[in-house]
């Protein structure tokens, strides 16, 4: 069975600050997303990874996956405040998305 | 491009009631996944479906159900509704085959059971 585990699973960060969020699945995967979700709202999607080595930035978010670790990072640079949300990362696998329990981050100002 | 579209945005329920969720998929997507969200916990996989069939299913009873028409819409069902299916539902569509097999998430159904 395919599990997804994030940490941590919360998160509470000083402005100007970087840190970075870890995910773990447990088997091979077909990709990997990053997905963040404001209170009451759907998911907006960051990040899609496909191949081992894969590295995508946007803004102050970068992601990086390594399939043989099955591991992935999101990586957070000089956090501000507009970056307070749930991340989520999951595990696209035979057409079936797996959630890690989500990253609630809290960056105060 | 509408992108995937549910609807309703919010539905209010008593317990033991019926309800149905409907979901466009994006322009160009065959396959439509539902996903239960209960509140401070990530999604949970409920069914896929794929020319007109439930391919895959997750862990959920067969209270929920579901359907998708000959133009790629879907429906999910929830029969004998309990105060724990209160959640946001979300509908997620992709195409099955092609370069780019990516899923795309609707803005949801928040369904509350009273």
């Known amino acids: 069975e395919l599990k997804v585990e994030q940490n941590p699973l919360f998160l509470s960060m000083q402005e100007g600050k970087n840190y970075t969020i870890y995910c773990n699945y447990s088997t091979t995967s077909d990709r990997l997303y990053w997905y963040r979700q404001d209170p009451g709202k759907s998911l907006e999607s960051l990040f899609v990874l496909l191949s081992n080595g894969a590295v995508k930035q946007e803004g102050r978010l970068m992601a990086s996956l390594d399939t043989k670790a099955r591991l992935s990072t999101l990586h957070i640079t000089a956090a501000v405040h507009d970056l307070s949300a749930t991340y989520f990362c999951?595990?696209?696998?035979?057409?079936?998305?797996?959630f890690g329990k989500g990253t609630r981050l809290h960056i105060l100002p | 491009d509408a992108g995937v579209t549910q609807s309703p945005t919010h539905l209010i329920k008593t317990r033991g009631q019926q309800v149905t969720l409907r979901c466009s998929p994006k322009?160009?997507?065959?396959?439509v996944s539902w996903y239960q969200q209960a509140l401070g916990q990530g999604p949970q996989f409920i069914f896929q479906y794929y020319e007109e069939e439930e391919r895959q299913r997750g862990n959920f009873p067969d209270r929920f159900s579901g359907h998708q028409f000959p133009n790629y819409s879907s429906e999910l069902n929830v029969n004998a509704l309990l105060l724990g299916d209160s959640a946001l539902y979300l509908c997620?569509?992709?195409?099955?085959?092609?370069?780019?097999?990516?899923?795309?998430f609707g803005q949801g159904t928040r369904l509350t059971v009273v």
């Open positions: 999951a595990v696209d696998r035979d057409d079936k998305i797996i």
């Open positions: 322009s160009g997507h065959d396959t």
């Open positions: 997620a569509s992709s195409p099955r085959t092609g370069m780019n097999t990516e899923a795309f």
